[in-house]
């Protein structure tokens, strides 16, 4: 980086100018002489390509100020020393349109950022001269702030795209709760759909780290209000909640919010009872939850159609979510899934309330890597006696089969939701990375796997070659009669 010397005399910045120009000429012709090898079909056409050694020309022009015709000082409130770029106005002006007006009349610009920004303005320069960057997790959000502030659109959809893609990347003290409150802030609406779906798919995972923590109140109760939360059960909710309001200590509403927004149904009795006599968050708020309280233990008490006659079931409170205990389905790891088909049963409860404890369904599961849809399925050709159509293998996709083995009375007034998820391997730890659910009304998960190529052992789908399962049975209670006003 060349030193601050003042201001350079005009002919200077006009050489700078000059110089920069040529460059940028250089490039184009680079590209359109590869752009008439490639139309011409003349055997002898070749390609020069020199791209490599002007982006290397570039950035000396970038460490050395040669020809520089103007100045950034970036001052920040952390130092008292202001780090100084001797730049290309050209070179600016043809990546930011904040730059080309702040450059317009003047020669030296003073640039005030936060420390944060501060301390990447090199790097953010550097893209600016040669298209490129590298960024590591704790960069994303000021590199971002920078490209959005100055105007630089490539360079704030490829730190977007590099934050979306790298949720499941393992971080000191994470980093997706502060992503998702960053989108909210720009308004990024897909970062903050991808930075939501990844908490309620890993949050488990979330809940045991020091991000936790730094949830917001509505972020919080956007999660609450979700019924695919994969979690291990509604009580391990709770004891996160718990910890969240006693270091937060919100305002009584906001408290009173959040906790009845926790699904106290989905809770056996025992630690209910448990959690008045121990939770002193619970004790604190009982009279704003007690209603609830009440509710969960006629629940359990009775039998679910009785229970439908006097109250509505059919809202989120009754809704169970992708809870990972064992009474709620089952793991299944499937080695060499691409080799032919396989089949497993497994039981879970009938439903949540614990008058329906002692109550088990079993499942039958049948996944085949290759299953064909009826239109291409082999069929005899008239053309030719006795010929069968070739089938190849990739016509097929895989297909998930969830069936209940038998049919019971018991069944009235229950309907199965029925959730598959697939783990896999991203930066060293098992996540979700998809989740399909269907209904009673259908056997199958639609578009399964649609887009998972498992015939390559390297399948971003398969850990170890096998294809991680977890499959969950979500009863859901329906009032027969109508409820009694």
């Known amino acids: 980086m060349a030193r601050l010397t003042g201001a350079r005399p005009v002919a200077a910045r006009r050489w700078g100018c000059a110089a920069a120009f040529l460059l940028l000429l250089l490039l184009l012709l680079t590209v359109q002489a590869a752009q008439k090898a490639d139309l011409s079909g003349d055997t002898t056409a070749a390609t020069i390509n020199h791209s490599l050694t002007l982006l ?8 050395n100020g040669n020809g520089s015709d103007s100045v950034l000082r970036v001052r920040s409130a952390a130092s008292d020393e202001a780090k100084v770029f001797h730049t290309h106005q050209l070179l600016l002006s043809l990546q930011s349109e904040v730059f080309e007006s702040l450059l317009r009349n003047q020669s030296v610009v003073t640039l005030h ?8 303005f090199e790097k953010f320069i550097r893209y600016l001269y040669c298209g490129g960057v590298s960024i590591l997790l704790h960069q994303a959000i000021p590199l971002h702030q920078l490209a959005s502030k100055y105007r630089v659109w490539g360079l704030q959809r490829g730190v977007a795209e590099y934050m979306r893609s790298h949720l499941a990347s393992e971080s000191s003290q994470g980093h997706v709760v502060g992503w998702y409150h960053y989108a909210v802030r720009v308004g990024d609406t897909a970062l903050q759909e991808s930075c939501l779906q990844f908490l309620a798919w890993n949050l488990s995972a979330v809940l045991g780290s020091a991000e936790w923590g ?27 909640v718990e910890g969240w309001l006693s270091r937060r200590q919100p305002e009584a509403p906001v408290a009173e919010r959040v906790l009845r927004a926790i699904r106290y149904p989905m809770i056996a009795p025992s630690q209910l009872f448990r959690l008045q006599a121990q939770s002193a968050v619970l004790a604190r708020h009982r009279g704003a939850v007690q209603d609830l309280l009440f509710q969960a233990f006629q629940f359990h008490a009775a039998s679910p159609l009785h229970f439908a006659k006097y109250f509505d079931v059919n809202c989120s409170m009754f809704l169970p979510r992708n809870y990972l205990a064992p009474s709620w389905g089952s793991q299944w790891v499937i080695t060499n899934p691409a080799r032919d088909d396989r089949s497993t049963s497994f039981q879970t409860q009938l439903g949540p309330s614990s008058h329906d404890a002692g109550k088990r369904v079993t499942w039958n599961v049948l996944f085949s890597p290759r299953w064909l849809p009826v239109s291409l399925r082999p069929v005899y050709s008239d053309s030719v006696s006795g010929a069968i159509q070739p089938v190849r293998i990739e016509d097929g996709r895989p297909r998930l089969v969830i069936t209940p083995a038998m049919s019971s009375p018991d069944f009235a007034g229950v309907t199965f939701q029925k959730t598959v998820l697939v783990g896999v391997r991203q930066q060293g730890r098992v996540l979700v990375k998809h989740a399909y659910s269907f209904h009673q009304s259908s056997d199958e998960a639609p578009d399964f796997l649609a887009h998972a190529d498992l015939q390559k052992r390297t399948s971003e789908y398969l850990i170890d070659n096998s294809l991680h399962l977890h499959i969950i049975i979500k009863p859901v209670y329906h009032a027969l009669i109508k409820v009694k006003k």
């Open 113 to 120: 950022e936060p420390p944060e920004t501060a301390a990447l």
């Open 214 to 240: 730094s949830v917001s109140v509505e972020l919080l109760l956007l999660l609450l209000e979700r019924s695919d939360l994969v979690l291990h059960s509604e009580l391990e909710l709770y004891t996160a």
């Open 56 to 63: 290397q020309r570039l950035q000396e022009l970038l460490q």
